[in-house]
T-cell receptor
Framework: AQTVTQSQPEMSVQEAETVTLSCTYDTSESNYYLFWYKQPPSRQMILVIRQEAYKQQNATENRFSVNFQKAAKSFSLKISDSQLGDTAMYFCAFRPNAGKSTFGDGTTLTVKP | SQTIHQWPATLVQPVGSPLSLECTVEGTSNPNLYWYRQAAGRGLQLLFYSVGIGQISSEVPQNLSASRPQDRQFILSSKKLLLSDSGFYLC??????????FGPGTRLTVL
């Protein structure tokens, strides 16, 4: 069974600064996908970024980027130029090819003005 | 484009009453469908998933059940609610690719 661990229950960052959220996972699969989801106070789950394990290049989406270390089974999310609207709970998720997703317990991020 | 709907958005029910939550997906066919429950400030617990009409897999034994009467409709039910059933229920779907897309959720309070 796969496990996803987010070791930081809560984090805070000053507006305009950079923050990195950690995620590690455990699997014996070789083909899989990794995701970061954002859940703002509205509780709508929003996809932030996805990474295919077979790709060595780290995914980026505007101010969001990941550091994917396959050998270390690490998938951290970096948020640059943090904005107040980035305040949310962030979930790391793992999904094997054509399998079910496993989610971490989340990191609550607060962006301070 | 594809959209996913859930209703009701909010529900308050007494212990022992029945439950029916509905999820529908538009703009796609034969999606994989999922029901998750999220306790306050916690992660997502997979309850059920379905790969086709009438095909339901249960992940967690409980007093909840799921049905998929139509290709794009997924229903979560209970005959008698427990206090522990309170939570935030999310429906999600996946296309042929990998990414899960979530509905807006239903906040259920059992009193």
């Amino acid at each position: 069974a796969q496990t996803v661990t987010q070791s930081q229950p809560e984090m805070s960052v000053q507006e305009a600064e950079t923050v990195t959220l950690s995620c590690t996972y455990d699997t014996s699969e070789s083909n899989y996908y990794l995701f970061w989801y954002k859940q703002p106070p509205s509780r709508q789950m929003i996809l932030v970024i996805r990474q295919e394990a077979y790709k060595q290049q780290n995914a980026t989406e505007n101010r969001f980027s990941v550091n994917f270390q396959k050998a270390a089974k690490s998938f951290s999310l970096k948020i640059s130029d943090s904005q107040l609207g980035d305040t949310a709970m962030y979930f790391c998720a793992f999904r094997p090819n054509a399998g079910k997703s496993t989610f971490g317990d989340g990191t609550t991020l607060t962006v301070k003005p | 484009s594809q959209t996913i709907h859930q209703w009701p958005a909010t529900l308050v029910q007494p212990v022992g009453s029945p439950l029916s939550l509905e999820c529908t997906v538009e703009g796609t066919s034969n999606p994989n469908l999922y029901w998750y429950r999220q306790a306050a400030g916690r992660g997502l617990q997979l309850l059920f998933y379905s790969v086709g009409i009438g095909q339901i897999s249960s992940e967690v034994p409980q007093n909840l059940s799921a049905s998929r009467p139509q290709d794009r409709q997924f229903i979560l039910s209970s005959k008698k609610l427990l206090l522990s059933d309170s939570g935030f229920y999310l429906c999600a779907w996946t296309p042929a690719t990998d990414t899960q897309y979530f509905g807006p959720g239903t906040r259920l309070t059992v009193l």
